[in-house]
């Protein structure tokens, strides 16, 4: 891998929250992504886990600049993409796009699958005839017969229909591609499938990947370094095959717990109710009014000790590869 294609430089973003069904009014501000500063190399496979409410989608957004951030900077492929106009944007399209976590509902389901994947292309001014071979030739490359393109998304299953938005995202040769979940909707079977596929397109095109998913297992599989986010912080980033293995921050630790294994004793059973219960928490944590001053994971920490409730920790280099946003891994010069 070579340099950097992506900087992210102290992004944040916040929504407000409403209440009221006629007159509605803003009772509250959640922080989705909370000075976020990283780098995603050039051919790089970028994982990045969390539960729900941790802003992981959010910020493949902002990198997308599909919402507008409040204050930061991005950096693709050296060129500074906040505050570029609509216009100024478009070029850019081309070199970054998105696949959805829900396959069906991410395609148009009045046009045809050669509509759906042609239409990128034709957005762009390329030619009809072209367009038409170059959608055969994507849709080869995802695995499904183009002489069946005639059909709608309806007609086509759910892996299908993954591999057919896919094809889409491809169709104007990014260079990046933000993966938003998925897998997730799709049966275990047909996952490995499709993380297969990507797989080989990253490696036969040379792209770099954002992918988000909320199982720590599944983007192992995929990625070569991991990122942990929890209430739109980073808490712990390294090699993804290390932080699975060997997790370092509490909540990184509590979050491998929620993978679901069959075993025997009823561990099964025990690490439903603990993904059940961290999907509350980070529900509960999502609509907080402001960020408190420590550690964001303080109050559910079973090792927390007393800076943790008053200084805000960034994220520390503790080995060679690993950086954890934990005040049990602080350098001792930080700790005076």
Partial sequence: MSGNLIEVRGLKKSFQVTRGAILRRVVGVTT?????????KEGEILGCVGGSGSGKSTLGRLILRL?????GRINFAGRELTGLSFKQMCPLRREMQIVFQDPLHSLNPRRTVAENVERPLLNFGVPRAEARGRMAELLTMVGL???????Y????SGGQCQRIAIA??????????FLDEPVSSLDVSIQAQILKLLLDLQQRLKLTFLFVSHDLKIVRQIAHRTVVMYRGRLLELGD??????????????NFLGTVLHVRKGGRWELAAQRAEDLEDLNRQSATHAAPQAGCVYAGACAERFLPCASERPPLFRATDDRWVACHLYRPPQAAQ
């Fill in 32 to 40: 989705a992504v909370d000075n976020v500063d990283l780098d995603i």
């Fill in 67 to 71: 919402i507008e951030a409040d204050e």
């Fill in 145 to 151: 017969d183009p002489t069946q393109s005639h059909k």
């Fill in 153 to 156: 998304p309806h007609e086509y």
């Fill in 168 to 177: 889409r995202a491809l169709a104007l040769r990014p260079r990046f591609l």
């Fill in 240 to 253: 993804s095959d290390a932080v699975y293995r060997s997790p370092m921050h509490p909540f990184t630790k």
